[in-house]
């Protein structure tokens, strides 16, 4: 939670997460070139590491892309977005070997510069199954690539939240261009119809996925509430807050999360300042809302991070009428202290003269 | 994540759900159809017996053998040093033919291994070399004419 340079904040989760990835990526690796060593003894070495390391990041694309809406679909799932980044890096980092090799295998040891060969050897562009895929995998790289080195928060902080992004939401463009990069290259070379079929299965999954996840987000955010009173909303009853954890609702333009602390209702604004997480998702934790994403925390009277760090997000009015629950959803300043609201028990007084 | 980018993911997504599985169509249907295997890729096969022209080059010897009654031929491609382009096609010349593809396919060869090359009957006695054609950069790597212009077979 600071914006000074530091390379990596390892933590024991850290660290069993990249443990993880790394057995996962050297068990596939063994297991790939094996199998292939056995089937066909005539292979080269450059061909396995190829297609080993095509197949790999391809793989690990696919987790990357399906962490964020199974992520919405489950929240068990959480812990795999905790370190996503890293997943993504190495995904490059695998890519990257796969590209050097490839570039090597058949645009080096030539006279032509293996860059200037990759985009002029073939210019069949009327052509499908001629076309020059090879390209298709080299923009993709670039954006990975791009991605991979701004993954750091360091980057976040000053390329600013919405440039960054925008950034990385190339992501998407770059899995477009990967699965034409499949489809109009080995694809075109291979028999079997297996390999469009794992393509279209993997395709298929993130497309239904993703759809699922965001129409059950857009359902929340079409909630309707029409009960207000002096610039006030009724929300719901003050008895379906849980200690410790939040409802959320999405009121005028966005979500704000109602946290139940200590015997008060304090409402924050939703959206997480590290990378937009959903506060309203975490729990308190020590006292602070806890983003459930990547820990980042907020005092839920005032919105601030505990000193010292120094991100803040907008607070709420939150009234409690009777045992109704009402909220202004007109923000304060990030930062601004408000006092809560105190859970009626007995009496039906108004704890917050919002008819004021 | 904030309603605008909520709402930038689900058209996203929804317009992947048409491109992709159009991409992955269009590009299934244009996969061409391909060569018997035995071919660009022949399978294992051993030398015949008799040796009935040789050509050795820095990098790799060219034989064309035939089987004691001559009534088959190959020709035998023989690597002394790995090649330093993933791989090659091998043509049988045809007179007059002034583009690569009016040429006669005979097969690919990879880097590593030696190959043998089934001479289709058609061939004959008109066979007056072979071309050795790098795909990839669509440049003809070599020329190989045989001394004796015939290929002695019947």
């Known amino acids: 939670m600071s914006v000074s340079y530091s390379a990596v ?150 390329l600013s939240p919405r440039v960054w992004k925008t950034l990385h939401m190339f992501v998407y463009l770059a899995y477009l261009l990967v699965i034409m990069h499949v489809m109009l290259g080995v694809i075109q070379y291979e028999t079997h119809p297996v ?57 005028d333009k966005e979500r704000i999360a109602v946290y139940k602390h200590e015997g008060k209702l304090y409402a924050v604004h939703n959206v997480c300042k590290h990378q937009g997480g959903p506060l309203g998702e975490g729990k308190i934790i020590d006292g602070c809302i806890t983003c459930p994403w990547h820990g980042y925390q907020y005092l839920p009277h005032n919105g601030q991070s505990p000193p010292p760090f120094k991100e803040k997000v907008s607070t709420y009015d939150v009234a409690i009428e009777g045992t109704g629950v009402w ?21 039906s007084e108004v704890n917050k003269s919002l008819l004021v | 994540m904030i309603k605008k980018l909520r709402k930038r993911h689900l058209q996203i997504w929804y317009a992947f759900a048409f491109l992709l599985p159009l991409c992955i169509v269009v590009a299934w249907m244009a996969i061409p159809e391909k060569p018997v295997d035995s071919l660009l890729q022949p399978g294992r096969s051993s030398s015949m017996s008799k040796l009935v022209q040789s050509i050795e080059k820095e990098n790799y010897t060219l034989n064309i053998r035939c089987s004691e009654n001559e009534g088959n031929c190959q020709l035998e491609y023989i690597n002394r040093h790995p090649l330093t382009i993933p791989s090659l096609l091998v043509y049988i010349m045809k007179p007059g033919a002034q583009i690569i593809d009016e040429h006669v396919l005979l097969g690919r060869i990879e880097s590593r291994a030696s190959y043998h090359f089934p001479l289709p009957a058609a061939s004959g006695n008109d066979a007056t070399g072979f071309i050795l054609y790098d795909f990839i950069h669509k440049r003809i790597i070599d020329t190989i004419v045989f001394k004796d212009p015939s290929i002695q077979r019947r």
């Open chain 1, 9 to 158: 904040g390892w933590n024991r989760q850290k660290k069993i997460y990249d443990w993880l990835i790394f057995a996962f990526c050297i068990s596939y690796l063994v297991i790939f070139i094996s199998l292939n060593l056995l089937f066909n003894e005539q292979v080269t070495f450059e061909t396995l590491l190829i297609r080993s390391t095509s197949t790999l990041a391809v793989l690990l694309l696919h987790v990357i892309l399906s962490i964020g809406p199974l992520c919405r679909l489950n929240k068990k799932f959480l812990p795999l977005l905790y370190n996503r980044r890293h997943l993504g890096v190495t995904m490059f980092c695998i890519s990257l070997v796969h590209g050097s090799f490839s570039l090597f295998q058949f645009h080096g040891l030539g006279n032509v510069n293996p860059f200037v060969s990759l985009f002029t050897s073939n210019t069949q562009f009327n052509s499908i199954s001629q076309f020059p895929f090879q390209a298709f995998g080299f923009l993709a790289l670039i954006i990975f690539f791009l991605m991979a080195i701004t993954s750091h928060d360091f980057w976040l902080h000053n």
């Open chain 1, 195 to 251: 390999f469009v079929v794992l393509v279209a299965i993997g395709s298929g999954t993130l497309i239904i996925l993703h759809v699922l996840a965001a129409t059950k987000e857009v359902k929340k955010d079409n909630e309707h509430f029409d009960l207000k009173q002096n610039g006030f909303v009724y929300v719901c009853d003050q008895a379906e807050f849980e200690e410790g954890k939040a409802k959320l609702f999405c009121i």
């Open chain 1, 327 to 347: 909220i202004n959803p007109k923000p304060y300043a990030e930062g601004t202290e408000t006092g809560g609201a105190t859970i009626q028990h007995q009496s």
